[in-house]
């Protein structure tokens, strides 16, 4: 027997907001119900999936492996619906719309800005909401249902499965360093002596710092032993401009205000190659203010296709 492919999303709306609270009082408050209604609903969508979908205790409620996965599933429904209603109510009252994009450092200097600035010329009323951040984070609020798209490096192959991909640029990442750093004298540096000085690097999570921990893994040598971690590539690049650190950053990202004084060092085996473009949701279906500003990031990256 299998479960009935339909699920009432009344019931899955009760769900999310019992998971979201951590507590049946605090979400039958929240949802304005009774609470037995609330708890006969929970019971209801359980027996309708045939799983326990709730641990409950004195503390409150917490979602089992089978929750946490529907949990999942909810919040990018109630995006979806949250859009789709968004987009009727748009065309219903004449509102030019509103988009949500995530970015990674380096497109909020160059190819962001200008895509925004001619969406907005093309339609002044458009809403428009720019979060900032590392890939990891970026992709947490795609997921979420938070974000219409992301603009960032290409996830890795195998972890892909959960986006559809358009790709707007190509890069490398390089090892930098300011010009006074003893490294940077000409010369070609040996891998052990760019290993055994200070790096300044984001978190491990960020796809540039595992793709240089695979470099160095392939090539059977340790990792960096002295490292700065920030989740701001500014200041990462300013510590570099002032200190003798290296940075593993985009070749083109020499080319920015921040980067001045920096300079890429010989270290072709660390040399890893960089696509980047629009993350979105599979099976998302992006509004037409969200689509409108992913053409304009795909014609101001036609001029330019590194970044």
Not at 15 to 44: D, H, W
Not at 199 to 206: I, R
Request: net charge neutral.
């Amino acid at each position: 027997m299998t479960i009935q492919k339909k699920i009432d999303l009344r019931l899955l709306s009760y769900f999310q907001t019992t998971v979201e609270t951590g507590n049946i009082t605090a979400a039958a408050r929240a949802l304005n119900v009774a609470q037995p209604t609330l708890s006969k609903a929970l019971k209801l969508l359980e027996s309708q999936l045939r799983v326990t979908l709730l641990v409950r205790s004195a503390h409150g409620v917490a979602p089992t492996l089978f929750g946490e996965r529907l949990m999942r599933h909810a919040r990018l429904v109630t995006a979806q619906v949250g859009a789709a209603l968004d987009e009727v109510e748009s065309l219903r009252t004449g509102a030019a719309g509103k988009v949500t994009v995530g970015a990674g450092p380096s497109w909020v200097r160059r190819m962001l800005p200008e895509a925004v600035a001619r969406l907005l010329q093309e339609r002044p009323g458009v809403d428009v909401t720019v979060i900032t951040g590392f890939d990891n984070r970026l992709l947490e609020g795609l997921e979420d249902g938070q974000l219409d798209f992301v603009v960032t490096e290409r996830p890795l192959s195998g972890e892909d499965v959960d986006y559809t991909y358009r790709e707007l640029s190509r890069d490398d990442l390089v090892v930098c360093a300011r010009r006074e750093h003893p490294l940077a004298d000409g010369r070609r540096p040996t891998l052990e002596e760019a290993l055994a000085v200070r790096w300044a690097l984001p978190h491990e999570a960020t796809l540039a710092r595992r793709k240089l921990a695979g470099r160095l893994a392939i090539l059977g040598v340790a990792q960096p032993a002295q490292v700065l971690i920030s989740n701001s590539i500014t200041f990462l690049m300013n510590y570099a401009r002032r200190a003798d650190a290296l940075v593993y950053t985009t070749r083109s990202m020499l080319a920015t205000p921040e980067a001045v004084g920096l300079v890429e060092l010989a270290l072709p085996d660390l040399v890893s190659n960089r696509e980047a473009g629009l993350v979105i949701r599979k099976g998302a279906l992006l509004t037409p203010t969200a689509e409108a500003l992913a053409a304009h990031m795909k014609a101001v990256c036609a001029q330019d296709s590194v970044n």
